[in-house]
């Protein structure tokens, strides 16, 4: 059995879940997110895990999510354990090229990942995220720069999408 460390944390935004594995953090959930959470995951990856409780392993991980949502940290210093099918791996590491500040839209995405007639399959990857904020899947919009969905619902989405704009357009980290 792989184990996985999970901690509950507070953050700006509202409680947060976190799983982390000997590879890095594997899982990040949001409040009033429209997954199955954290066993919903688990049973996704097929993980036999011992989930074991505990902070010390995500220290890092919980420091630096909440920094990133007090608007003091533009980037993430953190390992990922990123699961998922080649091209969700494709498109997780092109989210992560998205600059801070700034959106892309799931055409964008779809062609920077060589697969420019998969914008519906970007959208679905784009959504099966498991580390959503430290894989930047809010900063991927729809056509028009509409919003489109998030796992954290709209509402979240857009407030970070305007604490980016913010601190990228004049605002200063502290």
Known sequence: MEPVYVASFDSPVGPLRIASTETG???????????SGLAGWLAREGL?????????????????VIEYLEGKRRA???????????FQRDVW???????????RTYGDVARAVGRPLAVRATGSANGA??????????RCVAAGARLGGYAGGRVLKARLLALERDQAHGGALL
């Open 25 to 35: 953090i594997a899982f990040l959930e949001l409040p009033h997110a429209s997954g």
């Open 48 to 64: 036999q895990a011992a989930v074991r409780s505990g902070f010390t392993p995500n220290r890092d991980a919980i420091q630096q």
């Open 93 to 103: 590491l092109a989210l992560r090229e998205i600059p801070y500040g700034e959106v």
């Open 129 to 138: 995220n498991p580390v959503p904020i430290l894989v930047p899947c809010h």
């Open 76 to 86: 993430f210093e953190l390992p990922l354990d990123l699961r998922g099918t080649g």
